[in-house]
């Protein structure tokens, strides 16, 4: 399978996701379902589908996946996890220094941090122009966000408290930091990737149900215990929810492995860009000139990254060199 | 004289323009001069320092200035001053059907048909990568200007008449083609620049005289002939206003004949945003997010155009073919 065939699929699962989420509002805008129950089940449907990958892939693989089955290699997959944990919890709290709409804003930070972290811990290097692409691409995402002065936001940018804005910064490097370190734990070796899977997501799974866990404890157990309402009032549609951000993970773990942190960058930006575009059309919010232009600068972005640089310079393709037999 | 230079002056003197203008209105906020006399005094100074040089070029120069006094060359430089009045006068007709925010938002456009008239007229090849430049100069410079929803801007980018757009977009095409055609003519020949300005200005000189006088009889002389208050309320500041518009002018003549278009392009598009910086030092006028993202935006946009592509991609340079002896 091409890797951009995956980022397409990836970006369109992604784009419908907030669609998705909208749609299994009941009538009074609220959700019948309880929302945090969500990631969880996600994490439990990607551990079920990449069990029944492992095997399928033992039963008609003509070689056996290679599993490593070492301690010391398996409680890596705890990382990512323990990262989302503190990257959750600094949300929280960040959002006690700036507005919703700011803390959204800054959340495009990430597309950079990625960049940094990508070229420290992988050390991939990237060329000035795929970083100003990679720049261009966080500053498209930023303009279609805009909501620009008249209303709060010109002040609210500003005038957000400044350990928000540090908070923020903190953030999108935890949140670039978990996908770097989850990409270099899927290539450090060639274990059949179902197997890594399934090590992410068990850890997923309990450090989702230990969010859970807190969550009564938080409210009092008012409701019981989680388990006791975990499938209360999902619909087809809320289902579809948990089907479709699963599938975007599952997605996301291919592209890790098989592409790289980058590109999962550029779907899951493009998938935001396509998610404001169809809203116009499903839920009667007005076009704005940001979102056109923001989009305009994502495509140039992309284009500018990927195209190879023969085809945007006009310059005669440099071949790979082929080894061949010394002369005689 | 390098080109970045004079783009850098020129840069300079046209972000002043707005600012020595606002800064020679009277307590009132109006002026006390005829602002309609400022382009016509302007040509005239610039007429008069074409002539000062030119004669100083034929006194110093070792060999005699080249001047061609055909009246078949001599009359192309009535085109620029014809294409300018076809420009103002549809500008007028423009602004009866675009808002003044959407009209400025248009005056983005001009960017992109000189880059294509460029192409055209000029046939001067740009690379791929030279193309998502100029559209980006084009971004980066709306995405400045852009109000955002709350406030008209939003309603008015939509709502405009479509005749409207169409003539923001023959306006464009007029202004960048007369700035084509005036680099055409320059070039055409290796004549003294002077005694080109001189051609040039003098045509300039009779048409701004022709603007005032329909201005006269449009306001049925109420306040007399022009020549009768040519000079009236002009302050040092006011006086300051023509001399950096007839600076301004000299230098994007020079940069016609030995730089080109595109580079007077950026030069002006850079001075637009650095008048809105200066303009929130001096003016108090609030700093917005669009203004940092467009500066941003016109930056790398600068970069990718102006980089020799073998900096940007960490390529060897490619070494001009040197001619050598034949081997015997």
Not at 56 to 64: D, G, I, L, V, Y
Not at 93 to 111: D, E, H, V
Not at 260 to 267: E, S
Request: proline letters at 3%.
């Amino acid at each position: 399978m091409q890797w951009y065939f995956v980022a397409a699929l990836l970006t369109i699962l992604t784009s419908s996701q907030g669609i998705l989420t909208k749609l299994s509002q009941n009538k009074d805008s609220t959700y019948d379902y309880d929302t945090a129950t969500v990631p969880f089940l996600g994490e439990i449907f990607k551990l079920l589908v990449s069990c029944f990958f492992l095997w399928r892939e033992k039963e008609t693989s003509p070689t056996p996946p290679k599993l490593t089955k070492e301690w010391r290699s398996m409680q890596l997959f705890l990382v990512p996890s323990v990262i989302y944990l503190f990257h959750n919890n600094i949300t929280f709290l960040t959002l006690k220094y700036l507005s919703p709409s700011t803390y959204q804003i800054m959340g495009n930070l990430k597309i950079i941090t990625t960049g940094i972290l990508f070229r420290i811990f992988l050390e991939r290097k990237l060329t000035k122009l795929q970083w100003m692409a990679i720049l261009l691409l966080a500053i498209g995402t930023t303009t279609s966000q805009v909501k620009g002065c008249g209303d709060s936001m010109c002040e609210s940018l500003l005038s957000g408290h400044i350990t928000g804005y540090i908070l923020a910064i903190v953030s999108a490097f935890l949140s670039a930091f978990a996908g770097i370190y989850t990409e270099y734990l899927l290539k450090k070796n060639n274990d059949s990737l179902y197997w890594q899977n399934i090590q992410l997501y068990t850890c997923g799974v309990f450090f989702n149900m230990g969010w859970l866990i807190v969550g009564d404890f938080q409210s009092g157990f008012e409701k019981g215990f989680w388990w006791q309402r975990i499938f209360n009032g999902y619909t087809l549609t809320a289902w579809l929810v948990v089907a479709n951000l699963a599938s975007s993970g599952l997605l996301v773990s291919w592209l890790m492995k098989y592409a790289d942190n980058i590109v999962k960058v550029y779907a899951t930006s493009m998938a935001m860009l396509l998610t404001a575009v169809l809203s116009q059309f499903l839920f009667d919010v007005k076009a704005t000139i940001q979102l056109v232009l923001g989009i305009i600068i994502c495509m140039i972005s992309l284009h500018l990254y990927f195209t190879p640089v023969h085809m945007l310079v006009d310059l005669p393709a440099i071949e790979t060199p082929v080894r061949r037999e010394e002369d005689p």
